[in-house]
Structures are given as structure tokens and as C-alpha cells.
């Protein structure tokens, strides 16, 4: 059981209006709109992770968008201090930050989760988006490959198309 977390995370409990439950390694975990949150204790270094899912990468042109993805972590100035992370061994993409808790006010915690929460909804949308370019640039190679259809654009004597 934590010791450094229970003040913290009984001010998030008040401020969401019901009742987190620790595990047995002191960690709590949050359902989001899409994705989970989880707030673990490192006791030692008096340190708390928040760790956000994100979403899996496509597989079509996986290695751009996951180039793309840790492009953002460079000085962590696109992900505002926060880290991303790929799970290879579950496909998913992560946001992590590694917030001291000493001298931390309760008030300062809930608002840095909540910051957490917007991050990785944005970063949820941008994952998305990623994905559909990417799966776009995919279907316009096949596309190309594949060359026009029977009977598509062509033309007749007075430059009308069939």
C-alpha cells in the first residue's frame, strides 16, 4: 500500500465525486472516455507515474507514424513535459509523466491529472489522424498499382468519357 499517494488521491476522489480504490501495489487506475489512466507510486524517489493510453498505431506505414509519434518527444516541448511510449508486446501508444509529489499541493495533483486527461485526449485525436494519412497514403499507392479500371476514363471521339 502507498504511502506518498492516499492525500492526493483522496483530493482526485473529491473531485470526481466517488471513491478510487488502490490496488494492492498502491496504484489507481481511471476509465476515460477512451483509453485508461493510471497514477502509480514509486515510493522510493517520492514519485508518482501517470500513465495514459493512447491508441495503436496503424499497421500500414507503422514505422512513419511511430517515427512521427517520437518526433513529438524531442525536448518534450509537443507533449508538455510528458513523454510518449510504444508497448510493442500490446501495439500501444502511451503518455507518461513522472511527477514529484514532495512539496506538491492536493490542488496542484488534481489539476496536473486533469492536464493529463486533456493531453491524452488530444493526443488521441492526433494519433487518429495519423492513422487515416497514413492509411490515405497506403490506398493511393495500391491505387497506383493497380492502374485505371476497364472501362474508366476513356475517352471518345468528341473528348466525352464513358
Same mark, same amino acid.
Given at each position: 500500500?502507498?504511502?506518498?499517494?492516499?492525500?492526493?488521491?483522496?483530493?482526485?476522489?473529491?473531485?470526481?465525486?466517488?471513491?478510487?480504490?488502490?490496488?494492492?501495489?498502491?496504484?489507481?487506475?481511471?476509465?476515460?472516455?477512451?483509453?485508461?489512466?493510471?497514477?502509480?507510486?514509486?515510493?522510493?524517489?517520492?514519485?508518482?507515474?501517470?500513465?495514459?493510453?493512447?491508441?495503436?498505431?496503424?499497421?500500414?506505414?507503422?514505422?512513419?507514424?511511430?517515427?512521427?509519434?517520437?518526433?513529438? $518527444?524531442?525536448?518534450?516541448?509537443?507533449?508538455?513535459?510528458?513523454?510518449?511510449?510504444?508497448?510493442?508486446?500490446?501495439?500501444?501508444?502511451?503518455?507518461?509523466?513522472?511527477?514529484?509529489?514532495?512539496?506538491?499541493?492536493?490542488?496542484?495533483?488534481?489539476?496536473?491529472?486533469?492536464?493529463?486527461?486533456?493531453?491524452?485526449?488530444?493526443?488521441?485525436?492526433?494519433?487518429?489522424?495519423? $492513422?487515416?494519412?497514413?492509411?490515405?497514403?497506403?490506398?493511393?499507392?495500391?491505387?497506383?498499382?493497380?492502374?485505371?479500371?476497364?472501362?474508366?476514363?476513356?475517352?471518345?471521339?468528341?473528348?466525352?468519357?464513358?
Amino acid at each position: 500500500m502507498s504511502q506518498i499517494l492516499p492525500p492526493f488521491t483522496e483530493a482526485l476522489s473529491r473531485q470526481l465525486g466517488f471513491p478510487l480504490e488502490p490496488s494492492k501495489d498502491g496504484a489507481v487506475f481511471l476509465s476515460m472516455e477512451e483509453g485508461a489512466l493510471m497514477i502509480q507510486p514509486l515510493e522510493s524517489s517520492r514519485q508518482a507515474l501517470l500513465y495514459a493510453t493512447i491508441g495503436v498505431p496503424t499497421p500500414f506505414r507503422r514505422r512513419e507514424v511511430l517515427t512521427a509519434l517520437m518526433e513529438a $518527444n524531442l525536448f518534450l516541448l509537443e507533449t508538455h513535459g510528458a513523454a510518449l511510449s510504444y508497448d510493442a508486446r500490446n501495439e500501444m501508444v502511451g503518455l507518461n509523466l513522472l511527477l514529484p509529489l514532495d512539496g506538491l499541493s492536493t490542488e496542484a495533483f488534481v489539476n496536473t491529472v486533469d492536464g493529463m486527461v486533456q493531453s491524452a485526449a488530444a493526443w488521441r485525436d492526433r494519433l487518429r489522424e495519423m $492513422n487515416r494519412q497514413a492509411e490515405d497514403r497506403v490506398r493511393e499507392a495500391q491505387s497506383v498499382l493497380e492502374g485505371p479500371q476497364p472501362g474508366a476514363g476513356r475517352e471518345g471521339a468528341m473528348g466525352l468519357r464513358a
